[in-house]
């Protein structure tokens, strides 16, 4: 293992430095999220519970949103599972980077760790996805997105937008620092990522494609776009690296 | 009769957690398949862009503001910038322009 000469702790240490832009983007995120939950009947403390066990936006606000159509229990597992299935992918693709003998603990603590943020940073990591770096991203995140739905529904607009407006891209300038650097190594990955910024466009607009709801956009648009460079751009076996570069800290 | 918000908030988070750990539960070893390693590697990078573009232009006020953050994200990360900058670059990108736009 590549990490070996690191310790728990460092790796750990290094997870939660990664895990704080990311805690910035989702508090503004879940300050908006927070507004939403307040008008769907949640009260500050149950934002806040909700926000800490579940930890994913777009389930999180759908959940909301059902729960003040008075839904059925059996509805809300149906609708978390499809809008979370991105989730499953994102497991196959950590798992795989895991050799065999690894315990089921920790590949369940792996696993528990997932969002999209936190995925991304730990695919775009050298080596075997570990528990440390994956904790170590959603103590420090997490707590950030249960406090903004807590305070989007105490505080309603209290933050002024512009500040809302400029955290908001945090969580995005994330995912760019994750993708660009294998993109400028790799010619397919560039060409999977203009593909995708170019599809993800036009499906916004596009009749049908733009009435699903964004997680199941990406999805689709992940699973189309994924195999098609699979098939015409094919890795060469057994590389375990996902092409990930080492972020300076 | 409404549900019990608890409940229902337990509920939600195991469904998003039994997705978590899918294919934690079923895959033993890494899958030898080309295609199925071929696709997992593109996965991330097309599950993020999918996500970052055009939703950083619907995030901000102004879109012209995020069109300008993805610009200076998408450079600072090519030239070599972590995390970290390239997440504050873009939010200072954000920051300054809408004090104009």
């Known amino acids: ?249 | 009769m409404k549900i019990n918000a608890y409940l229902y908030i337990f509920v939600m988070a195991f469904a998003t957690w039994l997705m978590r750990v899918a294919a934690s539960l079923i895959m033993k070893k890494p899958v030898k398949n080309r295609f199925f390693q071929s696709f997992l590697y593109y996965v991330p990078y097309v599950t993020l862009a999918v996500m970052t573009f055009p939703a950083i232009v619907e995030a901000t006020q102004s879109p012209l503001a995020g069109a300008a953050a993805l610009i200076v994200c998408i450079a600072a990360a090519w030239f070599g910038q972590g995390l970290f900058t390239v997440a504050v670059l873009g939010c200072v990108t954000v920051l300054i322009l809408e004090l104009f736009l």
Not at chain 1, 217 to 236: K, M, N, Q
Request: glycine fraction near 10%; aromatic fraction near 12%.
């Open chain 1, 1 to 249: 293992m590549r990490t070996g000469a690191e310790s728990g702790r460092e790796i750990f240490m290094q997870g939660y430095r990664h895990g704080i832009p990311i805690g910035l983007g989702y508090f503004a995120v879940a300050f908006s999220l927070g507004i939403a939950a307040r008008d769907y009947g949640f009260n500050a403390f149950q934002g806040f519970f909700a926000s800490l066990i579940t930890y994913a936006s777009a389930g999180q606000y759908m959940g909301f949103a059902l729960y003040a159509t008075n839904t059925t229990l059996a509805e809300l597992v149906l609708l978390m599972f499809i809008i979370n299935a991105r989730y499953i992918l994102m497991g196959f693709a950590l798992n795989q980077r895991m050799p065999e003998g690894t315990p089921l603990r920790t590949r369940l603590l792996v696993g528990s760790c997932i969002t999209d943020e936190i995925f991304g940073i730990t695919i775009a990591r050298p080596g075997v996805p570990t528990p440390y770096y994956t904790f170590g991203a959603l103590i420090a995140a997490v707590p950030m997105w249960a406090l903004g739905t807590a305070l989007g529904i105490t505080m309603g607009n209290i933050l002024p937008a512009r500040i809302v407006s400029a955290l908001s891209v945090a969580l995005f300038g994330m995912f760019i620092a994750v993708i660009i650097p294998p993109a400028r190594k790799d010619k397919a990955v560039l060409g999977a990522v203009a593909v995708s910024f170019a599809l993800s466009y036009a499906s916004v607009h596009l009749p049908v494609v733009s009435e699903l709801s964004q997680g199941n956009r990406t999805i689709l648009l992940t699973i189309i776009i994924a195999s098609v460079f699979a098939i015409l751009f094919p890795r060469e076996n057994d590389e375990p690296s996902g092409g990930g570069e080492d972020h300076e800290d």
